[in-house]
């Protein structure tokens, strides 16, 4: 039994056109309407809690004073977008967050008019809106007019490079764009670089202060082309800081820092920006992550993501776990390694807790790296560490890797530097959905000169690839693995180094060779199990690497059985290709082989359960049996015998 808030202003809301004939005081009203009902969605679909709960005022204020989806309101991140798709006719929906056939737990274009740009990875937002911006003034085809381009972006985004690059093209356009910077002094973690350090000065500073305690507007301190429509809009304007800061040596009219959590100060700000910008503006606004909600506003990290939680104490109602976590297992592994070795050093971009590495931190802080949301920077940092006579660690998510991919190739492939590259959550992930399943890293790594590339197919072996990568100073190796726990093998006391290119026979059989790569491994036997009932015993192996690949392994068993099947947690172009490739090279397609390759199909695969999720992409035990008998020519009749 779900405990709904009382939300009376809230429930007179079906779009933000309802809003509109709030009065000021009803929008306070408002906002606290749907911080409650915030709170109560998440505590019953679990997701991204504290950014959303510290935008509440900034999404009413943006909603009240412009008017989307003619306005192009878009949210960088968009983990935080949950009070925006509450406010935009999603309310009915909202408990259906990040589930299969539900609402994404980001904006999405083909969700709703009001999302015009679909997030997830952050960043975007500037280049996104000023893109919907020059549509916009060459009379572009937006469906909806000339509406204004708002982009809303955390301090933690703010830190990735592609950010200084769309504000730099903005600056050199002038044209109308507004920038809103969320700054909650928060990343995942707490924020880190020189960049949070400027931001945290320019509201610790006089300004803000007396910004604070003065009652009465200094509209001579705002920007000229403000002046005269805070006199006209007659709002109580406080002190502003007004130039010199990095935002103007970029081009844009910097305003702020303002009260983020205060409608006095937000609508007034907007009022006035929307009536009188000019050019690219930035909006400075002051919030906190996890904002009126006690649990979250105390967590380190401000609520940033939760399971389900019990809604008056906060505690996450989350399943037991039955084995380690396959992040926990790599961080546990690393600082064994790191205890004998201090050449080894580890580098994440902005998620130390995600990739395990806040472990590594606490134990060896001179040898990890934090280097905000930059997995450019962090590929090529590491890549320097690795020409410096250091040992590497590079953890980053498979889908975040893709962003540092041109750095993969020419700072570390083409240099053939011993970059050790740790790819958490490859595969599919679930609730976070297609933006962050890490279906691509295998195709766009294996098929480099010099790369090794190995797939975990359980967390001992994971124990055994950090070993390898550890003793692999010949050049880059990457070692995948996904998110959540392991299969509860059996932990070996050490890991061992893998013979490079050498696979291991899982179990004999005869007619058709199952090669797995990755944690499909143990569907794979379920598999196997299911087909010895048909009388039907296949050859099982686990491929371990994709580059280089076991050719000896791969050739007998294509010369020993009549077909030969690779299964693997990634697009096509990967370990199925590549053994394709090598079958080809060797004409053993000429002997009449028959090859399947099972991958995950040519789709983005909406959020639902992992397991769902690969049942969809047809890389689940049942699916796997049914290839078998295809392949073989046995109809899948109940269990009929070979
Ligand atoms: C390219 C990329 N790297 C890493 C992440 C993981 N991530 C999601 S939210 C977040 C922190 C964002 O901080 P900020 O922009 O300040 O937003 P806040 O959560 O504080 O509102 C990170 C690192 C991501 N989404 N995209
Ligand atoms: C919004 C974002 O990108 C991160 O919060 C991401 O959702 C974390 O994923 P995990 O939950 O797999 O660590
Ligand atoms: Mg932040």
Known sequence: MSNRPDTPLLDLVQSPADIKRFSDAQLVELAHDLRAETISCVSETGGHLGAGLGVVELTVALHAVFDAPRDKIIWDVSHQSYPHKILTGRRDRIRTLRQKGGLSGFTKRS????????????????????????????????????????????????????????????????????????????????????????????????????????????????????????????????????????????????????????????????????????????????????????????????????????????????????APSYTRVFADALLEHAAQDDRICAITAAMPEGTGLDLFEQRYPSRCFDVGIAEQHAVTFAAGLAAGGMKPFCALYSTFLQRGYDQVVHDVAIQRLPVRFAIDRAGLVGADGPTHAGAFDVAYLANLPGFTVMAAADEAELKHMVATAVAHDEGPIAFRYPRGEGQGVEMPERGEPLEIGKGRMIQQGSRVALLSFGTRLGEVMKASEALRARGITPSVADARFAKPLDRDLILDLAARHEALITIEEGAVGGFGSHVAQLLADHAVFDDGLKFRSMVLPDTFIDQASPEDMYATAGLDADHIEARVLDVLGIARIGHQRA
């Open 111 to 322: 969700e709703s008019p009001y999302d015009p740009f679909g997030a997830a990875h952050s960043s975007t937002s500037i280049s996104a809106a000023l893109g919907f911006a020059v549509a916009r003034d060459l009379g572009g085809a937006c469906d909806t007019g000339h509406g204004d381009a708002i982009a809303v972006i955390g301090d933690g985004a703010m830190s990735a490079g592609m950010a200084f690059e769309a504000m730099n093209h903005a600056g050199h356009l002038k044209q109308r764009l507004i920038v809103i910077l969320n700054d909650n002094e928060m990343s995942i973690a707490p924020p880190v670089g020189a960049l949070s350090s400027y931001l945290s000065r320019l509201y610790a500073g006089e300004p803000f202060q007396e910004f604070k305690a003065a009652a009465k507007g200094a509209v001579s301190l705002l920007p000229p082309p403000f002046q005269e429509g805070a006199r006209r809009a007659k709002d109580m304007l406080k002190g502003l800081t007004v130039g010199g800061t990095l935002f103007e040596e970029l081009g844009f009219s910097y305003i702020g820092p303002i009260d983020g959590h205060d409608m006095d100060q937000l609508l007034p700000v907007l009022r006035t920006v929307r009536a009188r910008a000019t050019g690219p503006t930035l909006i400075h606004v002051i919030t906190r992550k996890g904002k009126g909600y006690g649990p979250a506003e105390a967590r380190r990290d401000g609520g940033h993501a939760t399971a389900k939680f019990d809604l008056v104490t906060g505690e996450q109602k989350k399943a037991p776990s039955n």
